[in-house]
């Protein structure tokens, strides 16, 4: 029987018993109104494709803010340089949408959710990328003036 057919049988007035679970009715009379979440194409695509879309624009948004801070330099970052700050961003958005999950399956779910992760993926690379700048500009410094010391972090 499908969700919908559950409540077809019901009269106005009548007196029925129903199993609430979280706030949503999951049964009438001892039939299951709610199918609960069965992952169908669009949901196992969206879990597979999401985190490559979010790892993707992590990565382009590390890639303009790298080209737009040393553009007026001579600093350039190397592809090595701009994948530390990436990964970070990539792991805090994976963990960012691990936690909405976690908060869909209590039955939260926070406005704008697809992009939080991008949001928080997005400040941990470029927080990280600004470290890289700062250290990648003081190393070629001390290189240019003929210094041995280490570059500052």
């Known amino acids: 029987m499908s969700p919908d057919d559950a409540a077809d049988t019901l009269q106005e007035g009548q007196r029925v018993e129903a199993g609430l679970w979280r706030g949503r009715v999951v049964e009438i009379d001892g039939r299951d109104v709610w ?3 069965h992952p169908g194409a669009r949901d196992i695509t969206l879990f597979a494709l999401y985190p490559l879309i979010v790892g993707y624009l992590i990565a382009l948004a590390v890639a303009a803010a790298a080209y737009a801070t040393c553009r007026g ?3 350039r970052l190397e592809r090595q340089d701009r994948s530390g700050p990436w ?3 990539f792991l805090v958005a994976v963990a960012a949408i691990l936690v ?6 209590f039955g939260t779910r926070p406005a704008f959710w697809p992009l939080v992760p991008v949001a928080a993926g997005t400040v941990a690379a470029l927080a990280r990328l600004r470290v890289v700048v700062r250290r990648t500009r003081a190393a070629r410094a001390m290189d240019a003036a003929g210094g041995t010391g280490s570059a500052p972090v």
């Open 35 to 37: 199918p609960g979440w």
């Open 100 to 105: 909405l999950i976690v908060c869909a399956a």
């Open 87 to 89: 990964l970070l961003g």
């Open 73 to 75: 330099d001579r600093v």
